[in-house]
């Protein structure tokens, strides 16, 4: 899936390359809640449609969820570090923290969890990693220096030839 590009027919200066954005905030449900707001924003000023939006806010919840409820979980709180950068495909995101690692060092492999159970034992959960697998490109985790690092790229079609 990729995000439609933002529509610049009419925008003649639009510089050729834009600063990263970059947000450092509380591994908390609240500050969460902040960051994909102003993500989603930040977006928008910039012309990129409401699909785009919600696909990076989808990617974006999942993972800094994550973040709150495993990798911080049990220690109170802690920083996340979210960048984004256009590229000449998309947007590519950065998230880092000082919380646990994954287990393995390793990402959740793309697996949807068992739906062959009644209605009543149905997971609550395990659907995350899947969309984040689906909806983005380029994923990748590392743990150095104590810090967890996630990449991965949102395909938009909006590039320095477009």
């Known amino acids: 899936m990729s995000c439609p590009r933002p529509d610049r027919s009419n925008d003649l200066t639009a510089p050729a390359a834009e600063p990263p954005f970059a947000l450092e905030f509380d591994a ?4 969460v809640r ?11 000023e910039r012309g ?3 699909e785009c ?5 989808v990617v974006l919840a999942e ?7 495993h990798a911080y979980a049990g ?3 802690g920083e ?7 590229t000449g495909t998309g947007l590519r995101f950065v998230l880092c923290d000082k919380g646990a690692p994954l287990p393995g060092l390793t990402l959740p492999p793309r ?27 380029a994923l990748d985790y590392s743990r150095a220096q104590h810090e967890n690092r996630l990449s991965f790229e949102i395909e938009t079609n909006f590039g320095p030839s477009a």
């Not at 993972?63 to 409820?69: K, M, S």
């Not at 996340?80 to 256009?86: A, D, G, I, K």
């Not at 969890?113 to 490109?137: C, K, Q």
């Open 28 to 31: 908390s449900e609240d500050s």
């Open 80 to 86: 996340v570090r979210l960048e984004m950068l256009r």
């Open 48 to 50: 990129y449609d409401a």
């Open 63 to 69: 993972a800094l969820n994550n973040i709150v409820e």
């Open 75 to 77: 220690t109170g709180t």
């Open 111 to 137: 697996r949807l969890p068992r739906r062959d159970v009644s209605r009543a034992n149905l997971p609550e959960g395990g659907f995350g990693w899947f969309l984040i697998h689906t909806l983005t490109t």
């Open 53 to 57: 939006c919600s696909t990076v806010e």
């Open 34 to 44: 902040g960051a994909l707001g102003a993500v989603r924003r930040h977006l928008s």
